[in-house]
Every structure is written in structure tokens, then in C-alpha cells.
């Protein structure tokens, strides 16, 4: 019996330790979020928009939207490699972002529907604006779904491409 559990404690200590290794050593792939809450089901995102829009007018900046869901793997494996060394400069001179909780489809319709975001491909999904609140780009398809196939040159790409 006192065998047994020395196996199982071996085994799930030598899993938790590969399980660890392979998640430092993954590369691209982000397997945990600092943030459990980037999509906080009780904020305004109309207001924060706007807010985000007046504030990229005064420091010529244009708006990253980021339509996501807490449940959203890829959201948050987005949301680290936006905050990432080599993509978060880039992202913090050009752009002010705006995360907008999307649930399961259904919350803050009324912005997907706005800004033409066809989250019936997926989410992540992602909008920019300029500062007076033109469409720069939209995700009309599912070019950010699979956020943990990207690399930070593939957003890098994509940032500089939109910034100002």
C-alpha cells in the first residue's frame, strides 16, 4: 500500500515537474494569465472607448480594441504577448487598448456590431481606430482566434502596420 502512494506521489511530482518545464519552454504558447479578469463583466466598455478615443486624440495615438471573454484561452495568451518585451513598446507609444468583454457571444453586441467584428469566427478579435473613431481595421474573419500560434514578429507586423 505505502508502495502505491510512493509511486503516485512520484508520478504526479515528476508530471507537475515536466508539465512546468514544458510550459517555460514553450515559446509562443503563454499557458497562464496573470490577470484572471481582463474582461471584468461590469465596466462600461462604451465609456471606455470613448475615454480610450479622447485620450489617443491628445497623445496622437490610435485605439486597439480587444473583443475577448475571461473563459477565452486565447485571450489571455493574447493578452501576454501584448504585454510581452518586445511587443509591449510598440503597443504602449502608438496605441491606448480597450479590452471588451464579449461572454459568449451575446454581451456588448451593440459595439461588435459598430465596429463590423464578426465574432462568430472566434475571439480573440481585434478593431482599430483612429482617434476620431474611424475603422482602420476589423477582424472580419478569424486572423487572431488561434493567438497562441502567433508570434510577437506576427504582431509586431500587425501593430506597426496600424500605428499612426
Known amino acids: 500500500m505505502q508502495v ?5 506521489a512520484t508520478f504526479l511530482a515528476v508530471w507537475f515537474l515536466g508539465a512546468t518545464l514544458c510550459s517555460a519552454q514553450s515559446g509562443n504558447l503563454v499557458l497562464a494569465a496573470d490577470n484572471d479578469d481582463l474582461y471584468p463583466s461590469n465596466v462600461d466598455a462604451n465609456m471606455e472607448i470613448q475615454q480610450a478615443l479622447t ?4 497623445d496622437r495615438k490610435h485605439v486597439l480594441l480587444v473583443f475577448g471573454a475571461n473563459w477565452c484561452y486565447d485571450c489571455h495568451v ?3 504577448q501584448l504585454a510581452s518585451p518586445q511587443v509591449a513598446p510598440v503597443l504602449n507609444k502608438n496605441y491606448e487598448v480597450v479590452n471588451v468583454n464579449v461572454g459568449r457571444g451575446g454581451k456588448n453586441r451593440d459595439i461588435t456590431d459598430r465596429y463590423e467584428v464578426a ?7 481585434l478593431t482599430v481606430l483612429d482617434a476620431n473613431g474611424k475603422i482602420l481595421f476589423t477582424q472580419r474573419h478569424s ?13 509586431l507586423e500587425f501593430l506597426n502596420k496600424w500605428k499612426p
Open 119 to 125: 465574432i462568430n469566427h472566434g475571439i480573440p478579435a
Open 55 to 58: 485620450q489617443a486624440a491628445k
Open 143 to 155: 486572423e487572431f482566434v488561434d493567438a497562441r500560434n502567433l508570434s510577437p514578429e506576427d504582431l
Open 78 to 80: 493574447l493578452d501576454k
Open 4 to 8: 502505491h502512494r510512493l509511486m503516485a
